[in-house]
């Protein structure tokens, strides 16, 4: 048995590759994207030691090339649910009883692939089944998820180092026990980062996870899988398996064994896992750990004296980047009349000049939504303001699905601060803006932060440190990722932990000390080296 305080590794932010056109970098993803698109893949799922397949085979194509097939994944029903919780806790008791510097060194084993061999394989598969593009996806598949699994093994070794004080004849001792059960994993399609660290930071932790991951993510999942396993992760400790949502949380949320869930996803799935934790809570062995990010409506805020040019930019980054299919993306902005017309020229010219196609086309800034069902929903939306006269469309508007789920960046005016565009989560590429008279800032305020049940991300543009400190005061709760004269996106780990409260999630700060103590088990631990032997206490004693 080895003895010693291990300090991992220290962690440093993954550098971004720029791709820059003859570039070795490049040069790899264009390669690794005609390999991997010329190809049909066989996806399993992944339980326990097995590579499980079924006769229901689910194709996946690129949302931006319907038409092509990159392979296909075997759907699975409640009985692999329940394999997977079975194949969990038979790995429980040894994987908890690990080393925690061995299960460190498995993730930063997978950190250091990722930096290296699978790189260009995750950021290609991202790029295909999301509809990425090569920046947003070296952002996300590659720079995230690799400070994700670095900086958790030292946030780790953070919470162990938490011991209390002893007093004299006493030690005082803390153990950080993982949960006692499973954790489910519920990923979404938009961060293949998230969808690894949801996974990946209960069990850094040595829990055991289920883990379930939306069905247009599932051609970059089982490649994060592929990775952990090569890294050396016991079989059992993670389980990939591809189930509809309500067919697993019915097994999931009436099992005793069930000990938390990890979660990205929607607030109304969000909720409804709540009611039916909160419905079947005599069930459990434990009171389960509920961490969840949800939507949001996030906000851009100007002040009279903001920049315009640095206004603009922010709009044209925070809004359209990735389709605007980020939880925290740029939704709804309130800009002074003195600075609009600027402000919608910069954008206008921006817009005009993004090019919108498939992500193998290095070239392209817009790519596909991510499938037929958002698709439609965000052409209703634009359809409605088209038709409403209230609302003005100042670019974009336009639709087409013919080849790829394609909606062109589209920028609305309306006249009613509270009309459905500026309330209701969209998630796609659609902002809405409402132009207010510069001396209504204060009042603007209030409508922010009373306009959505959200409050994940948000920002403010002033040159006035007074504005930005009263917006900064009456903003308090309007976001849990606050940016002052940037766009409302792109938090980094370890420098912006992520996370809103409100209709947006817990507020358990993803790529934080906060969100892994979550995942653990305190037991305190008394030891009294000479007991007494006597009952009576001196007070007893006769004057």
Not at 533 to 541: A, E, I, K, N
Request: proline share 6%.
């Amino acid at each position: 048995m080895m003895s010693g305080f291990f300090k991992v590794p220290t962690p440093v932010n993954e550098p971004v590759k720029t791709y820059i056109p003859g570039s070795p970098e490049r040069i790899e993803l264009q390669n690794t994207l005609r390999t991997l698109k010329s190809q049909q893949v066989d996806i399993p799922m992944y339980i326990g030691s097995e590579e499980v397949r079924t006769n229901n085979k689910k194709q996946l194509s690129p949302p931006h090339e319907h038409q092509h097939i990159l392979g296909h994944f075997h759907e699975g029903d409640a009985s692999h649910v329940q394999q997977a919780i079975e194949a969990a806790l038979a790995a429980r008791q040894r994987w908890a009883n690990m080393p925690w510097q061995s299960r460190a060194a498995i993730f930063l084993k997978a950190a250091d692939l990722l930096a290296g061999p699978y790189r260009a394989r995750l950021n290609a598969a991202t790029m295909l089944g999301q509809s990425k593009n090569v920046y947003q996806a070296e952002i996300d598949s590659a720079c995230e998820l690799i400070d994700f699994l670095r900086f958790n093994a030292a946030f780790m070794t953070e919470i162990y180092a938490q011991q209390p004080e002893s007093s004299p004849g006493v030690w005082n001792r803390l153990e950080h026990r993982p949960l006692e059960g499973f954790v489910f994993a519920l990923t979404p399609f938009n961060f293949t980062a998230i969808a690894g660290n949801l996974p990946a930071a209960p069990a850094l932790m040595g829990n055991v996870v289920v883990w379930k991951p939306a069905y247009t993510q599932i051609y970059s999942a089982q490649l994060i899988m592929q990775l952990f396993k090569e890294a050396g992760l016991p079989d059992g400790v993670i389980n990939l398996i591809y189930v509809d949502g309500p067919v697993a949380g019915d097994v999931i949320f009436k099992h005793p064994d069930f000990a938390g869930i990890h979660f990205t996803g929607s607030t109304a799935v969000f909720q409804h896992i709540w009611k039916s934790i909160g419905e079947n809570i005599q069930t459990y062995k434990g009171y389960p750990r509920i961490v969840g990010e949800t939507g949001g409506k996030d906000f851009i805020v100007a002040h009279p004296s903001a920049n315009a040019k640095a206004l603009a930019v922010a709009i044209s980054r925070g809004a359209f980047e990735y389709q605007g299919q980020k939880c925290s993306a740029a939704s709804r902005a309130y800009i002074p009349a003195n600075l609009w017309d600027e402000v919608k020229q910069f954008v206008t010219e921006d817009l005009q000049s993004f090019k919108m196609g498939s992500t193998e086309d290095f070239g392209n800034f817009i790519n596909a939504v991510i499938d037929e069902k958002s698709f439609d929903k965000l052409a209703k939306y634009i359809d409605a303001a088209k038709n409403d006269p209230d609302v003005e469309i100042i670019t974009g508007g336009t639709y087409d699905k013919s080849e790829g789920y394609f909606i062109q960046p589209t920028v609305l005016k309306v006249k009613d601060p509270r009309y459905v565009t500026m309330c209701e989560e969209l998630f796609g590429p659609l902002f809405t803006v409402y132009v207010y008279e510069p001396d209504q800032f204060e009042e603007i305020l209030e409508i922010v932060d009373t306009t959505s049940p959200y409050a994940l991300t948000g920002s403010i543009f002033s040159q006035d440190r007074y504005a930005i400190d009263l917006a900064t005061q009456k903003l308090l709760h309007a976001a849990g990722n606050f940016y002052i004269n940037d766009k409302p996106t792109g938090a980094v780990v370890g420098q912006q932990p992520f996370g809103g409260s409100r209709a947006s999630g817990t507020n358990d700060k993803a790529g934080s000390v906060f969100n892994l103590i979550r995942w653990t088990s305190t037991r305190t631990i008394k030891e009294t080296f000479v007991p007494p032997v006597d009952y009576r206490y001196p007070f007893l004693q006769q004057d």
